[in-house]
């Protein structure tokens, strides 16, 4: 008596067909259990606030919350808060992410950044002003002086002395400038500081003051 034809050889293509969808659906079941594995889902950490912290305190903090972390800036001097301080971080506060991610910080510099001092004497007032600012200096006074000249620096001072062209300065210096008035012009005696310029300080010593 004849043996009946298996099944597999009597219809190869369909268990070929569902043997591929069977390998298909079970490779597509390791990935996403893969993925899930190593993007943590549903394994989320709650963000603590280390801001305003020492960096000491913020470490603590967040290895304790379960988080890794890493210094994004700390070469930024800001004269608000305390050297080593935590400025900033991100994520922010209070947010939920994966166990995996990083917390970023932003810590202030342990020393205000030293800069070079440009060349300010017999410059004009304007340009000495936006120079100064764009360097990150903030602590700027402005007098008037009797000069031949008016809006040209006459004198600078640089916590108090004189300094030369090039000398290394904190940023957070005061730096105070004499602005020439004009009077002393041969030609017109009683010339007075212009306009621009006066408006020019005035702006300035209102930035100072946070008006």
Request: net charge negative; charged share 15%.
């Amino acid at each position: 008596m004849a043996q009946p034809t298996p099944f597999r050889d009597k219809h190869p293509i369909l268990v070929n067909s569902v043997l591929i969808v069977c390998a298909f659906c079970a490779a597509i079941f390791i990935g996403l259990l893969f993925i899930d594995v190593f993007t943590s889902h549903g394994q989320e950490k709650l963000v603590p606030e280390v801001r305003n912290m020492s960096l000491e305190q913020a470490i603590d903090k967040l290895e304790a919350a379960g988080l890794d972390w890493e210094i994004a800036d700390s070469t930024n001097w800001n004269e608000n808060y305390k050297p080593g301080v935590v400025m900033d971080q991100e994520p922010k506060a209070g947010s939920f992410i994966k166990a995996i991610r990083t917390v970023y910080l932003n810590v202030n510099a342990m020393h205000p950044r030293i800069v070079s001092f440009p060349k300010m004497q017999d410059t004009p007032i304007n340009q000495s002003l936006a120079s100064l600012h764009s360097m990150g200096f903030k602590n700027i006074e402005i007098d008037t002086v009797a000069s031949a000249y008016s809006g040209l620096i006459v004198a600078v001072l640089v916590n108090g002395r004189q300094i030369a062209p090039g000398t290394g300065v904190p940023i957070n210096a005061m730096i105070r400038l004499s602005v020439g008035d004009g009077s002393l012009n041969d030609n017109n005696p009683y010339m007075a500081i212009d306009t621009s310029t006066i408006d020019s300080i005035e702006n300035a010593q209102a930035l100072e003051l946070g008006l």
